[in-house]
DNA sequence: GGTGTTCCTGACAGAAACTGGCAGTACCCC
DNA sequence: GGGGTACTGCCAGTTTCTGTCAGGAACACC
């Protein structure tokens, strides 16, 4: 192994183990000595990684110069930070962890000069009230969603009747008021839109609709367009 | 320099200038003998860079794998693609816009598996009815906010009457109704919320609070979170 | 203060890698 | 064929790297 083998590999190492990083953790991973990682380490904050270093304690990745920067424009920025936060504000806290997670993560891979600039962002989301709260773990339905597995829960209407339901989920949409799980439904053999929190007793059938979620999602939008474009025609009949 | 700056140096080269780059233009650039940049060409692509070389031609970057990709989770993934979402249909164009060019920006990031997965993500945004126009450039205004700079406007309050303000801009938030400028007033004296759709006339006065922003954004969050808990106390005691 | 853990740096001799120059090969295009 | 360009092996001299050893510093804990 090259020494410029060896700084790769240990970059990869300080990007993926969780900090801090001892020398002689680097030590067994790269079989060289513990004096070669000194110099080593050295060669990187050459190279422009900023790397934390504390007697006791071991070595932390601050900065990741040694890649180059993700490019955004500035309103581009703006745009992640203030999309970050609606995310964090939209009321479900597993999505809003991993906003913030997604944020860091930006943050580690930006040239120094816009972390300020996504610290400080002008830009800021905020809302009063919440939506109401699911009835059903929504990272397993999203999770059921993505592979595209067919579920069943059931289901209150607007007038309080409980019905089952199996659905294959297509889409989960996120409105002001209400949180939505756009799917084709057994029951009615027709897409329908069911209320997050309307919904209880989520499950898993076992049955399986894959590939089918993204053309089935692509015609649901589309009826929902056509019926938005004739309810604009017949309030234009009225008017 | 050492070889491993100098190899460095030659992706970043090969990344940013138009292919094909010869081996000729990157002697020029580093100084080396011919003979030192096939040499060098050949631990890139041992290191995992796929290099495209045709005689007479030169060399073309094809595969860049000495980066590591941006590396998110599945549920980061999909609450970036959210948040983005949310930004397209919250009412400002031009933000809508970054936030399509960020996210392109993303899917050049992102290792091929989860190019899919940013496509075809489980989670979208939608909004019936839009909050009310703004009056005033937002572009212009979120320059001035981030450049730290007091600006001028006239002001029509909930009652139809108009008033001329000098504020410094703080922060540009987003309600599910309105889209609100946090700023310090001049004529009050005091932190003031507008409605940007209640905003016209907008102008720089010249004048700069810089470097005060980010403080006095912070006294005002502070200000309405504990009015806000006075409220909250406010209807304990009367409940 | 003492102990343990860990980062840090300089010096040295020997080992390893690198370099430029040279020679020869191959491919594409005019 | 000639020009432009990528490619590879060889060699002597140069440069860099390595492990060992020694010494120092910082932090946490008892």
Redesign the pocket.
Known sequence: ????H?LFQLMQTLRSLPA???????VNET??????I??????LRGLGAV?????????TLIEDATLPPLAFADDELEALVLGLREVTVIGDPALAEAANSALAKLKARLPARQTHRLQHAVLDARRFGRPPEPGIDVRALRAATWDEATISFHYEDAKGAVSRRQVDPLSIVYMQNAHMLMAWCHLRSDFRAFRLDRMRDLGLTGAHFRPRRVPMLRDFMERLRAQAVERAKDRALQG
């Not at 192994?1 to 410029?4: D, E, F, G, L």
């Not at 790397?51 to 070595?59: N, S, V």
């Open positions: 192994m090259t020494r410029t060896r801090p990083v001892t020398a002689s953790a680097l079989g060289v000595s513990l004096r070669t000194y110099r080593d380490i050295d060669a790397i934390d270093g504390e007697a006791g304690f071991g070595y």
